[in-house]
């Protein structure tokens, strides 16, 4: 057990939705903080709302997890904060919402980019020093659709498929070393990920779908990241009925994939 405070965190995704929420939580629970995302306004606002003894111990970088260019730089001054990272949250990330048949080849590159290989490279620039300090923890976010492929996702899915093989041989490659990894998969989690999420041009949605507006709050889906890093747990599901989709596909895929074709159905209605 790991417990989460007086850790150096560094968080991905931290200017909304999931990333913002595990911010409030872990600066309330006395970690020093470093918040990435694009928009640094955005994260100044989530650094203001935190409680004003934490604050001085919360860092804004900025960062484009597309330009993977610029990731050594950010992870190099990431690194220089505090002098190590003790959990690294790669989180942030963007949806899809179009069929394969009108998906650019560009906004595909783009989705794999921003949710698999960023996650890649903060991880390789932040792991020898975990490794030099013999411990540190690595807290991926997924997605259900890391576990299944859905209609309307199909690089996302593939880009949060490819987190669960990167990190699981990671896990098994660095366990020795006091080093750990945590894979979440979420369900419907009500944020602005679908409002944000890329369709075939790779312009944005533009509006909150029923599943996400009815979802789970990001608050609730960041205390279960929060207590599964300090359990250790390699993975773990949240969300409503789509969590037995997991189970489905691991009992039953024929079922699974005909339900799936169905529900393809329903959102082209
Ligand atoms: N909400 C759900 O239902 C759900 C379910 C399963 C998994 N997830 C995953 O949860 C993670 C967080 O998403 P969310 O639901 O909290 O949605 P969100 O509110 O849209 O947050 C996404 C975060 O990622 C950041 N981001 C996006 N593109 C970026 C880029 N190129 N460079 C740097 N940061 C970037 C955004 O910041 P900027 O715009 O400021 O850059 C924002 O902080 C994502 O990985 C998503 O796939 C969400």
């Known amino acids: 057990m790991t ?8 968080i991905t995704g931290a200017s909304s939705g999931i990333g913002e929420q595990l911010t ?3 600066a309330s629970k006395g970690n020093r903080l470093i918040l990435s995302a694009r928009r640094e306004a955005e994260l100044e606002r989530v650094k203001s709302n935190c409680p004003e003894s934490a604050q001085k111990n919360i860092h804004v970088l900025p960062l484009d997890l597309s330009d993977l260019d610029s990731l050594d730089n950010a992870a190099a001054k990431a690194l220089k904060i505090h002098g190590n990272i003790d959990v690294l949250v790669n989180n942030g990330g963007i949806s899809q919402r179009s069929l394969v048949s009108e998906t650019s080849f560009e906004v595909d590159q783009r989705l ?3 949710n698999f290989l960023s996650a890649v490279k903060l991880t390789k620039l932040v792991l020898p020093s975990m490794i030099q300090k013999n411990g540190g923890h690595i807290l991926v976010t997924s997605s259900l659709t890391g576990k299944f492929g859905t209609p309307f996702r199909s690089s996302y899915a593939a880009s949060k498929h490819a987190l669960h093989g990167f990190f699981e041989a990671l896990n098994a490659e660095v366990w020795d070393k006091n080093i750990y990894t945590t894979i979440f998969c979420g369900g419907y989690i009500k944020t602005d990920i679908s409002i944000n999420a890329v369709t075939g041009d790779g312009s944005a949605q533009n509006k909150m779908d029923a ?3 009815k979802g789970k709050t990001a ?11 300090e359990r250790n747990k390699r993975e773990v599901y949240f969300g409503g009925k789509e969590v037995m989709g997991v189970y489905l596909k691991r009992l039953f895929p024929g079922l699974l994939a ?5 529900m393809k159905i329903n959102e082209q209605k």
């Open 24 to 26: 409030y939580q872990l």
């Open 3 to 10: 417990k989460l405070s007086d850790k150096t965190i560094w």
């Open 112 to 114: 794999i980019n921003v």
């Open 258 to 262: 005909k339900m799936l074709r169905k």
């Open 211 to 213: 599943n996400q507006a």
């Open 219 to 229: 608050a609730s889906a960041a205390a279960i990241m929060i207590k599964a890093v």
